[in-house]
Protein backbone atom coordinates (compact mmCIF):
# COMPACT_ATOMS: atom_id res chain seq x y z
CA UNK A 1 0.00 0.00 0.00
CA UNK A 2 2.92 2.10 0.12
CA UNK A 3 1.99 3.38 -3.58
CA UNK A 4 -1.40 4.90 -1.89
CA UNK A 5 -1.00 7.89 -0.33
CA UNK A 6 -2.56 8.07 3.42
CA UNK A 7 -5.29 10.91 2.59
CA UNK A 8 -6.13 8.55 0.14
CA UNK A 9 -6.67 5.62 1.72
CA UNK A 10 -8.39 7.23 5.06
CA UNK A 11 -10.96 8.65 2.55
CA UNK A 12 -11.52 5.41 0.67
CA UNK A 13 -11.95 3.64 4.22
CA UNK A 14 -14.81 6.17 4.70
CA UNK A 15 -16.72 5.37 2.71
CA UNK A 16 -16.10 1.36 2.41
CA UNK A 17 -13.08 1.04 0.27
CA UNK A 18 -10.80 -1.58 -0.01
CA UNK A 19 -7.35 -1.92 -1.12
CA UNK A 20 -7.27 -4.22 -4.73
CA UNK A 21 -5.14 -5.42 -6.54
CA UNK A 22 -5.60 -4.13 -10.38
CA UNK A 23 -2.96 -4.77 -13.23
CA UNK A 24 -0.35 -4.81 -10.14
CA UNK A 25 -1.45 -1.56 -8.74
CA UNK A 26 -3.37 -1.64 -5.51
CA UNK A 27 -6.46 0.46 -5.28
CA UNK A 28 -9.50 1.66 -3.58
CA UNK A 29 -12.83 0.27 -4.60
CA UNK A 30 -15.80 -0.78 -2.97
CA UNK A 31 -16.23 -4.73 -3.10
CA UNK A 32 -19.68 -3.62 -4.95
CA UNK A 33 -17.02 -1.99 -7.53
CA UNK A 34 -14.28 -4.77 -7.44
CA UNK A 35 -17.33 -7.54 -8.56
CA UNK A 36 -18.69 -5.05 -11.00
CA UNK A 37 -14.80 -4.37 -12.51
CA UNK A 38 -14.41 -7.98 -12.64
CA UNK A 39 -11.49 -7.60 -10.17
CA UNK A 40 -9.14 -11.21 -10.28
CA UNK A 41 -9.47 -12.89 -6.89
CA UNK A 42 -6.50 -13.29 -4.99
CA UNK A 43 -7.57 -16.63 -3.27
CA UNK A 44 -10.80 -17.62 -3.76
CA UNK A 45 -11.07 -20.08 -6.81
CA UNK A 46 -14.11 -19.73 -9.16
CA UNK A 47 -16.05 -22.37 -7.68
CA UNK A 48 -15.93 -21.10 -4.69
CA UNK A 49 -16.78 -17.26 -5.41
CA UNK A 50 -20.03 -18.74 -6.90
CA UNK A 51 -21.11 -20.73 -3.84
CA UNK A 52 -20.28 -17.87 -1.40
CA UNK A 53 -22.60 -15.44 -3.83
CA UNK A 54 -24.91 -17.73 -4.20
CA UNK A 55 -25.39 -18.39 -0.05
CA UNK A 56 -24.90 -14.66 0.56
CA UNK A 57 -27.55 -13.79 -1.76
CA UNK A 58 -29.73 -16.71 0.19
CA UNK A 59 -29.40 -15.05 3.15
CA UNK A 60 -29.52 -11.28 2.14
CA UNK A 61 -30.89 -10.09 -1.02
CA UNK A 62 -28.24 -7.79 -2.53
CA UNK A 63 -25.01 -9.68 -1.45
CA UNK A 64 -23.92 -11.11 -4.90
CA UNK A 65 -24.15 -7.33 -6.54
CA UNK A 66 -22.79 -5.49 -3.08
CA UNK A 67 -19.66 -8.05 -3.91
CA UNK A 68 -19.66 -10.47 -1.05
CA UNK A 69 -17.18 -12.74 -2.83
CA UNK A 70 -14.63 -10.16 -3.08
CA UNK A 71 -15.04 -8.13 -0.06
CA UNK A 72 -14.53 -11.99 1.88
CA UNK A 73 -11.27 -12.76 -0.66
CA UNK A 74 -10.16 -8.87 -0.01
CA UNK A 75 -10.19 -9.74 4.21
CA UNK A 76 -8.55 -12.98 3.78
CA UNK A 77 -5.61 -11.43 2.46
CA UNK A 78 -5.14 -8.84 5.12
CA UNK A 79 -3.57 -9.79 7.91
CA UNK A 80 -6.02 -11.67 10.24
CA UNK A 81 -5.83 -8.79 13.33
CA UNK A 82 -6.85 -6.14 10.16
CA UNK A 83 -9.60 -8.35 8.97
CA UNK A 84 -13.20 -7.00 9.19
CA UNK A 85 -14.84 -10.87 8.70
CA UNK A 86 -17.22 -12.18 11.46
CA UNK A 87 -15.16 -14.91 11.78
CA UNK A 88 -12.16 -13.02 13.46
CA UNK A 89 -14.49 -11.19 15.69
CA UNK A 90 -15.97 -15.09 16.69
CA UNK A 91 -12.75 -16.03 17.51
CA UNK A 92 -12.25 -18.14 14.58
CA UNK A 93 -8.21 -19.32 14.29
CA UNK A 94 -6.65 -17.77 11.37
CA UNK A 95 -5.86 -18.29 8.45
CA UNK A 96 -9.71 -17.28 7.80
CA UNK A 97 -9.32 -18.90 4.48
CA UNK A 98 -9.96 -22.46 6.27
CA UNK A 99 -12.69 -21.67 7.89
CA UNK A 100 -14.25 -20.19 4.53
CA UNK A 101 -13.26 -23.34 2.09
CA UNK A 102 -14.01 -25.68 4.85
CA UNK A 103 -17.16 -23.88 5.08
CA UNK A 104 -18.40 -23.95 0.79
CA UNK A 105 -16.73 -27.32 0.46
CA UNK A 106 -19.23 -28.57 3.49
CA UNK A 107 -21.83 -26.55 1.30
CA UNK A 108 -21.45 -27.87 -1.81
CA UNK A 109 -20.83 -31.25 -0.88
CA UNK A 110 -24.06 -32.22 1.18
CA UNK A 111 -25.46 -29.97 -1.60
CA UNK A 112 -24.40 -32.38 -4.05
CA UNK A 113 -25.34 -35.62 -2.37
CA UNK A 114 -29.12 -33.92 -1.54
CA UNK A 115 -29.40 -32.79 -5.00
CA UNK A 116 -27.13 -33.78 -7.30
CA UNK A 117 -25.84 -30.40 -7.80
CA UNK A 118 -23.56 -27.57 -6.43
CA UNK A 119 -25.13 -25.40 -4.54
CA UNK A 120 -24.98 -22.21 -6.54
CA UNK A 121 -26.18 -24.62 -9.52
CA UNK A 122 -29.62 -24.67 -7.35
CA UNK A 123 -32.57 -22.74 -7.80
CA UNK A 124 -34.54 -20.38 -5.65
CA UNK A 125 -36.30 -22.69 -3.77
CA UNK A 126 -34.23 -25.25 -3.21
CA UNK A 127 -31.19 -22.95 -1.97
CA UNK A 128 -33.55 -21.12 0.40
CA UNK A 129 -35.27 -24.79 1.86
CA UNK A 130 -30.95 -25.72 2.26
CA UNK A 131 -30.14 -22.97 4.01
CA UNK A 132 -33.03 -23.28 6.29
CA UNK A 133 -31.71 -26.62 7.17
CA UNK A 134 -28.15 -25.60 7.36
CA UNK A 135 -29.36 -22.88 10.10
CA UNK A 136 -31.14 -25.20 11.99
CA UNK A 137 -27.78 -28.08 11.57
CA UNK A 138 -29.98 -30.66 9.74
CA UNK A 139 -28.48 -31.03 6.56
CA UNK A 140 -27.74 -35.26 6.19
CA UNK A 141 -24.34 -35.55 6.04
CA UNK A 142 -22.80 -32.18 7.03
CA UNK A 143 -19.04 -32.90 7.19
CA UNK A 144 -17.39 -29.45 8.15
CA UNK A 145 -18.17 -26.24 10.45
CA UNK A 146 -21.05 -26.50 12.02
CA UNK A 147 -24.17 -25.42 9.85
CA UNK A 148 -25.68 -22.99 12.24
CA UNK A 149 -22.22 -21.73 12.69
CA UNK A 150 -21.46 -21.45 9.22
CA UNK A 151 -24.78 -19.49 8.39
CA UNK A 152 -23.97 -16.91 11.13
CA UNK A 153 -21.09 -15.83 10.30
CA UNK A 154 -21.81 -15.99 6.35
CA UNK A 155 -24.93 -13.82 7.41
CA UNK A 156 -23.09 -10.99 9.05
CA UNK A 157 -20.20 -11.22 6.48
CA UNK A 158 -23.69 -11.06 4.17
CA UNK A 159 -25.18 -7.78 5.78
CA UNK A 160 -21.58 -6.08 6.47
CA UNK A 161 -21.61 -6.15 2.34
CA UNK A 162 -24.87 -4.89 1.99
CA UNK A 163 -25.63 -2.69 4.58
CA UNK A 164 -22.12 -1.59 6.30
CA UNK A 165 -21.82 1.37 2.81
CA UNK A 166 -22.89 4.68 2.84
CA UNK A 167 -25.08 3.34 -0.21
CA UNK A 168 -26.62 0.34 2.61
CA UNK A 169 -27.26 3.34 5.23
CA UNK A 170 -28.96 5.23 2.42
CA UNK A 171 -31.27 2.30 1.78
CA UNK A 172 -32.33 1.72 5.20
CA UNK A 173 -32.94 5.64 5.45
CA UNK A 174 -29.99 6.03 8.06
CA UNK A 175 -27.90 9.21 7.74
CA UNK A 176 -24.20 8.04 7.52
CA UNK A 177 -22.38 10.63 9.67
CA UNK A 178 -18.53 9.12 10.10
CA UNK A 179 -17.57 12.54 11.17
CA UNK A 180 -19.80 12.13 14.35
CA UNK A 181 -17.85 9.67 16.83
CA UNK A 182 -20.32 6.71 16.91
CA UNK A 183 -21.32 6.72 20.45
CA UNK A 184 -23.02 10.33 19.60
CA UNK A 185 -24.65 9.16 16.42
CA UNK A 186 -28.12 8.13 18.12
Do not use: C
Not at 26 to 53: C, H, M, N, Y
Not at 103 to 129: H, K, V
Request: aromatic share 10%.
Amino acid sequence: MHEMKRRDFIRGATLGALAFTVGGAQILLTAREARAQGVPFRLLKASEADTLEALGETLVPGARAAGISHFIDQQLSVPPEEALLEARILNVKPPYANFYRAAIGAIDRASEAREGRRFAQLDTPSQREFVDLMRQGKVDGWQGPPGPFVYFVTRSDAVDVVYGTVEGYESLGIPYMPHIAPEKRW
